[in-house]
C-alpha cells in the first residue's frame, strides 16, 4: 500500500511565519483557530504516518524479536 503525499502547506507557513517574526525581532506570533487546527490536524497525520511508517519497517526488519544480552560483572583486575 503506497501513502498518499501529505500535504505539509500549513507546517511550512508556520515554519515561516516564525522565521519572518524572528527576522523582525517580533516577540510572539499570533494563529487564528483556523490556522492552528490545520497546523494541529497536520502535524497529527505527520506523526501517524511516521509512527506507521517506523511500525511497518520493524516488522518488515524482523526487530520484533526481543534479544537477549547477557552482561557479567566479575570486578574486574585492573584497579589498585
Same mark, same amino acid.
Given at each position: 500500500?503506497?501513502? *498518499? ?16 517574526a524572528d527576522a523582525s525581532n ?18 497529527? *497525520? ?20 526481543? *534479544? ?13
Amino acid at each position: 500500500m503506497q501513502n *498518499e503525499p501529505l500535504n505539509t502547506a500549513p507546517i511550512q507557513q508556520f515554519i515561516q511565519q516564525v522565521k519572518s517574526a524572528d527576522a523582525s525581532n517580533q516577540r510572539e506570533i499570533k494563529l487564528d483557530i483556523q490556522t492552528s487546527k490545520r497546523l494541529a490536524f497536520t502535524l497529527g *497525520e505527520v506523526m501517524s504516518r511516521l509512527n506507521g511508517d517506523l511500525e511497518a519497517l520493524l516488522i518488515k526488519n524482523g526487530s520484533g524479536q526481543e *534479544e537477549v544480552i547477557q552482561i557479567s560483572m566479575d570486578g574486574g583486575s585492573g584497579w589498585k
